[in-house]
């Protein structure tokens, strides 16, 4: 059976401060994972994927198979960073299962 | 127009009552999903429809019956519901997947915050 798991329910730090947040998973077939954000308000939305290999909005996230993890990081913390953010696993498809989400908060 | 619609964005609704839930999409997406979030939880699936047939239905109860009329609207009926059936209801569509799922981005809707009194 697959499994995300986000291990921080809350994340906060100070503008500028880097940011990680943790994804672990468990799946026996070859991963497909993605990160998506929820801001205050708006609907849930692709972030990025691992496969595409892509930053956006300067974050980055890259896929360890030998610690099944898929952390997403980011240098330098923005105000406009704050939001819910959920790891998911894509199987068979695009059938997702998410994590429990990390919702970050960005101190001016 | 890269928006999935739903409608209505708030419902309340007793045990007795039948109500619809819609969701829209112009986007060509041939796969359209159900998925329920409790609060303080994520998004759990519930159904998977591809190319207008139901693919996946993740043992939810029979009080959820979905339907998918044609390629661009899914709805979700409900009947007898119960008070810890009260969540936001959201749906997504995307391209069906074919191998790796590069393509397959899901587009969610706002979704439909349902009381069940």
């Known amino acids: 059976a697959q499994r995300v798991t986000q291990p921080e329910k809350l994340l906060s730090v100070f503008k500028g401060a880097p940011v990680e947040l943790k994804c672990n998973y468990s799946y026996s077939g070859s991963p497909e994972l993605f990160w998506y954000v929820q801001y205050s308000r708006q609907r849930l939305q692709l972030l990025l994927r691992?496969?595409s290999r892509e930053s956006i909005k300067g974050f980055t996230a890259d896929l360890n198979k030998g610690e099944t993890s898929f952390h997403l990081k980011k240098p330098f913390a923005q105000e406009e960073d704050s939001a819910m953010y959920y790891c998911?696993?894509?199987?068979?498809?695009?059938?997702?299962?998410f994590g429990g989400g990390t919702r970050l908060m960005v101190k001016p | 127009d890269t928006e999935v619609t739903q409608t209505p964005k708030h419902l309340v609704m007793g045990m007795t009552n039948k109500k619809s839930l819609k969701c829209e999409q112009h986007?060509?997406?041939?796969?359209m999903y159900w998925y329920k979030q409790k609060a303080k939880k994520p998004p759990e699936l519930m159904f998977v429809y591809s190319y207008e047939k139901l693919s996946i239905n993740e043992s939810v109860p029979s009080r959820f019956s979905p339907e998918c009329p044609n390629s661009s609207l899914l709805n979700l009926h409900l009947h007898a519901l119960q008070p810890e059936d009260s969540a936001l209801y959201l749906c997504?569509?995307?391209?069906?997947?074919?191998?790796?799922?590069?393509?397959?981005?899901?587009?969610f809707g706002q979704g439909t915050r349902l009381t069940v009194v």
């Open positions: 691992h496969i």
């Open positions: 998911a696993l894509a199987r068979a498809g695009n059938m997702l299962t």
């Open positions: 997504a569509s995307s391209q069906v997947a074919r191998g790796r799922s590069k393509d397959t981005e899901a587009f």
């Open positions: 986007m060509g997406h041939r796969a």
